[in-house]
């Protein structure tokens, strides 16, 4: 018998809905969580390495919120490895007013991963999920498998498909 493969609760939750796909090690720069290290590191293209990002919307709509309560939503947008999110396009894709990125320290509490080790299956709570729409020019893209050293590759019809996401314009 060889040795079992580490599987991954992001590989435990494709496995059991049946969706193929392919962990995929690389070696982690602890000083470069980049996705662009992460792409030099695979020998893949920058494009086909996508960077799952939590952001915090407001709402728009009346403010009508009682006193103390949480008038922010959350929602995560996956994006080629070397783009930046453009907020308001991000904001409109969710129905929000405005958007801003969640602070580092609420990542880990919020969906169970780290930065650098952050996929967009398997997080505590299901949020709205947005994938920019260069993900379809592909027939595999690259997302974090949940850890840091290990990437999902990945069909992303299959992957929006099964975490229910919206492609749109986020960049």
């Given at each position: 018998?060889?040795?079992?493969e ?58 009508g ?9 959350y929602?995560v ?37 780290i ?22 020019g ?34």
């Amino acid at each position: 018998m060889g040795k079992k493969e580490v599987k991954t609760n992001v590989a435990r939750l494709l496995d059991k809905a049946g969706i193929e796909y392919s962990l995929i090690p690389y070696e982690v720069d602890p000083d470069n969580l980049a996705a662009t290290h992460v792409a030099e590191s695979l020998g893949e293209d920058i494009s086909r390495v996508f960077k799952t990002l939590v952001l915090v919307g407001e709402p728009s709509g009346p403010k009508g919120y009682a006193a103390g309560a949480r008038s922010a939503g959350y929602f995560v947008c996956v994006i080629p490895g070397d783009a930046e999110v453009d907020l308001k396009k991000a904001a409109r894709a969710a129905g929000m007013k405005s958007a801003a990125m969640l602070h580092m320290k609420e990542l880990l509490p919020l969906t169970g991963y780290i930065r650098g080790g952050c996929s967009p299956i398997g997080m505590k709570k299901p949020f709205p999920t947005f994938f920019h729409e260069s993900c379809l020019g592909f027939d595999y893209i690259y997302v974090s498998a949940g850890q840091r050293g290990l990437q999902l590759k990945i069909n992303p019809d299959d992957l929006v498909g099964y975490v229910g996401a919206t492609v749109a314009d986020l960049i």
